[in-house]
């Protein structure tokens, strides 16, 4: 009897202690999930609220691979964005202040939040995180309203903006979500009232942020949805335009009718700053003049034509990537979008996610069409909530602990 006693005990302690990686792992899942989606909301309320809790998903998903014995995995594209942060720093140690270039090459930590969450948004996960990215952008959205009707945020100098720091950014931002919310309408019909509802809102936002490139942005979500779904509803643009011009204030339809305008002055310092680019890449097409040297460096290839003296960066996105980082940088850019359209695509006409897939499309051509006219792959706040969103058709047909089946 003592002897089966002794033996017994010692298997119950091996039992208690092979329970304790899975349990551990549990915990960390739980938390990093939390934290995930802390992230989503958050992000368009403010970036150190959005950054601390990322951190935190971050040592939970390390834990979680750790503690559950688990193998780095992440969707197809995450590589191609890999090597560009690569060659990312290889530009930062050519650079003409490789220092101040280093520091700026801190925002590549961001591309962790693929794997992080592709790791954590698993399942249905996903359908939820896009309830309260909309929900959380609904809210923004009449913040931005408010400070435009109430507080004179109704002229270019002082323009809604939200809880952050920059219009371009809270426009960029609304941009990704009406994008999420016009898919949700065309492709969960149960679950379309509150996206229908707060679509009216979300764009109204947009319109009084006085931001062209994301009311294009806007403009391509919607068309790509639209050809999607149903290319018959296209019929609709006509009747939302004539609204559009109806009800809006003058100084917003007379804002976006500015953009045909040949001699506008943002668009004619929009086409210098083309040949600056052109400039800055023949002198050093491999690595570019380094990340955020364009600003310092501005002056030494401003040309004649140039209205403003110095501009913060080049206001497009494949000529700021090629200027600042060079060529090779930039093909690997093109590697990966053409990476995400492939595998949202092909999840897209495989079935079994169409609102997720579809919504990651929409973004991805919302980002592309305002990224000609402004630096969005450089907004931390967009990139977050755009890495996000394009990762989640990839993680919801994920089946944990297992490979995953990437459709053809």
Not at 273 to 302: C, D, F, K, S
Request: proline content about 5%.
């Amino acid at each position: 009897m003592s002897n089966s006693i002794a033996l017994e005990r010692p298997q119950s302690l091996v039992e208690a202690k092979s329970l304790r990686g899975p349990l551990s792992s549990q915990r960390f899942e739980y938390i990093g999930v939390a934290a995930l989606f802390i992230v989503a909301g958050t992000v368009q309320f403010s970036i150190a609220i959005a950054q601390i809790f990322l951190s935190i998903a971050f040592l939970c998903w390390l834990g979680a691979l750790v503690a559950g014995r688990e193998r780095f995995e992440g969707p197809r594209f995450f590589w191609p964005l890999a090597f560009y942060a690569g060659a990312t720093l290889v530009s930062a140690a050519f650079s003409y202040d490789p220092r101040a270039s280093f520091i700026d090459s801190k925002q590549l930590v961001l591309f962790a939040l693929v794997p992080i969450v592709y790791r954590f948004a698993t399942g249905t996960r996903g359908l939820t995180m896009m309830t309260v990215v909309v929900t959380c952008g609904a809210i923004s959205a009449a913040i931005g309203i408010f400070q435009y009707g109430i507080l004179h945020y109704d002229h270019l100098g002082q323009r809604p903006q939200g809880t952050l720091g920059h219009y371009m950014t809270y426009s960029g931002l609304l941009m990704l979500v009406i994008g999420i919310a016009t898919a949700r309408v065309l492709f969960r019909p149960g679950e379309r009232t509150w996206a229908a509802l707060v679509i009216p809102a979300l764009c109204v936002a947009v319109a009084l942020s006085f931001s062209r490139s994301a009311q294009v942005g806007v403009c391509a979500a919607v068309a790509v949805l639209f050809a999607l779904k149903d290319f018959r509803l296209f019929a609709l643009a006509p009747v939302v335009a004539m609204v559009f011009f109806a009800v809006a204030p003058a100084q917003i339809s007379q804002r976006f009718v500015s953009m045909f305008n040949q001699k506008d002055p943002t668009r004619l310092d929009r086409v210098a700053m083309i040949h600056e680019g052109e400039r800055m890449i023949a002198a050093h097409p491999l690595t570019g003049v380094g990340p955020n040297m364009v600003e310092p460096l501005y002056a030494r290839y401003r040309g004649e034509d140039a209205v403003n003296k110095v501009n913060p960066h080049l206001h497009n996105v494949p000529l700021q990537i090629a200027a600042e980082r060079g060529l090779p940088a930039l093909a690997i850019w093109i590697w990966f979008v053409v990476a995400v359209v492939r595998d949202l695509w092909n999840r897209f006409r495989d079935g079994r996610q169409p609102f997720l897939a579809a919504s990651g499309l929409a973004c991805v051509a919302a980002l592309l069409t305002a990224g000609l006219f402004e630096y969005n792959f450089g907004d931390s706040e967009v990139l977050m909530l755009f890495l996000i969103i394009i990762t989640l058709p990839a993680a919801a047909s994920r089946v944990l602990g297992t490979a995953s089946t990437d459709p053809a």
